[in-house]
Each structure stands twice: as structure tokens, then as C-alpha cells.
């Protein structure tokens, strides 16, 4: 009997250390799996600052470098570097007395702005002041000339960049060592580009009138060509 009960005893041990164990494995294992699959995650600490170091404003970028005349390319102050506009003509007149003619003009801006006043660009209207050289059928001439130029809307002209023009003329030196006469011109014509690069040239058609006192004259049907230079 009392080997019975030893028995019963120690069965009963057993199984109380084997549930205690198993338990045990029990919460291990499931603490592990917590472990691995929800780790914990300890936030960066910021990174240290010194509370007495200044935060100095982004330096913005440097301003380009002017542009001055000495880092502008030699053609856009002209020939000689003078920055003149000037333009250069030949003309032909065929009517009572013919003449052939050279020209050449300085040109000025309009420094009112006229064009502007009418629709057209602030730079549609020139003006020019020059000397020529004439020669006729039977006298010669060196005219003072003075043209204002009208030039209009680009394209406007059958697809032409038509101008007008009108100006007089006056001998300062002519055959028979004469001053004096008063002569005028006036035109209609385009630009024309050439493949100069000092500008598009001008083929005009109009009235010119020329006079050598009131001894020699010509007038008629007036063709000129002209080309813009920069001196």
C-alpha cells in the first residue's frame, strides 16, 4: 500500500515539473517570437548643435559682369570704332537733263519718337544729312542733301519692308564755279538684304530735281540704291 502510494506520489511530482516546464518553453518562445517580428525601434537622437554657433543666411549668387565697350565685338562699333551710322548711294535721274549721282549721309534717330506717335516702331523714322556728287549732260555738281525716311510696317508692301522718303538738295559747288540751287527728291521703296552685315540696303524709286544756279538743271524719274555702313 504504501509503495502504491509513493508511486501515485511521484507521478504526480513528475507531471507538475513537466507543466511547469513546458510552461516555461512556452513563454520563452513566444517572448522571442515577439522579439523578432516586432522589434523595437529606438529613434535617432538628433544630431548636437552649438547653441552659441550663428546661422549665417545663403550667399546668393554673384551679379554677371557688365558689358562695356571695350567687351563688344569690333563690328558693332563700326569700321573705325567710331559707332556713326552712316549709308552710301548711287542715283540715277532720266527726265529734261539726266544725272548720275553719289551720295553719302550720316544718319540720326528721330529723338521724338515719331513713328511711335503713328503706329509704326519708335525707330521707323531717320533722318539723313550728306554730300554728293553730281554729273549731267553738260554741268557738274556737289549738292548738300537732307532726307527724312519714313520706313513703314515690315511685310507691308506685298510682303515687302517698304519705306518712303523726301528731302532737298542744295549746290555748293557746281559747273562755272557757281553757288546756289534748290532741288528736291522724293521716293517709294524696300529693303533689301544684300548679305552685308552692316544692314538691308534700300531700292527706292521717285522724283529727283537738281540745280546749278539757274544755268544747268536735271530732273525726271529718280532710281537710287543705298547701303548702310557703320563707321
Not at 500500500?1 to 511530482?13: A, W, Y
Amino acid at each position: 500500500m504504501k509503495k502504491v502510494i509513493g508511486s501515485l506520489l511521484l507521478l504526480t511530482l513528475t507531471i507538475a515539473c513537466l507543466t511547469v516546464a513546458a510552461d516555461a518553453a512556452n513563454k520563452t518562445i513566444h517572448k522571442t517570437i515577439k522579439k523578432v517580428v516586432s522589434p523595437q525601434i529606438t529613434p535617432l537622437a538628433p544630431p548636437k548643435t552649438d547653441a552659441n554657433q550663428e546661422v549665417l543666411p545663403a550667399t546668393p549668387p554673384p551679379p554677371p559682369p557688365a558689358v562695356s565697350d571695350t567687351n563688344l565685338p569690333k563690328e558693332s562699333k563700326g569700321i573705325f570704332g567710331w559707332g556713326w551710322n552712316t549709308d552710301v548711294g548711287l542715283n540715277y535721274v532720266s527726265g529734261t537733263g539726266s544725272l548720275f549721282g553719289l551720295r553719302g549721309d550720316v544718319v540720326f534717330a528721330d529723338p521724338l519718337k515719331l513713328g511711335a506717335k503713328v503706329g509704326l516702331a519708335e525707330d521707323a523714322v531717320e533722318y539723313k544729312v550728306g554730300l554728293g556728287a553730281g554729273w549731267g549732260n553738260n554741268f557738274k555738281t556737289i549738292p548738300l542733301l537732307a532726307d527724312v525716311v519714313l520706313y513703314l510696317k515690315e511685310g507691308s508692301l506685298f510682303g515687302l519692308d517698304p519705306y518712303i522718303s523726301a528731302g532737298l538738295n542744295y549746290n555748293l559747288y557746281g559747273t562755272g564755279r557757281v553757288s546756289g540751287g534748290l532741288g528736291g527728291q522724293a521716293s517709294l521703296g524696300i529693303l533689301a538684304d544684300f548679305g552685308f552685315d552692316a544692314g538691308k540696303a534700300g531700292i527706292s524709286l521717285g522724283y529727283g530735281n537738281y540745280r546749278v544756279a539757274d544755268t544747268y538743271s536735271a530732273s525726271g524719274i529718280q532710281l537710287c540704291v543705298s547701303q548702310p555702313l557703320k563707321l
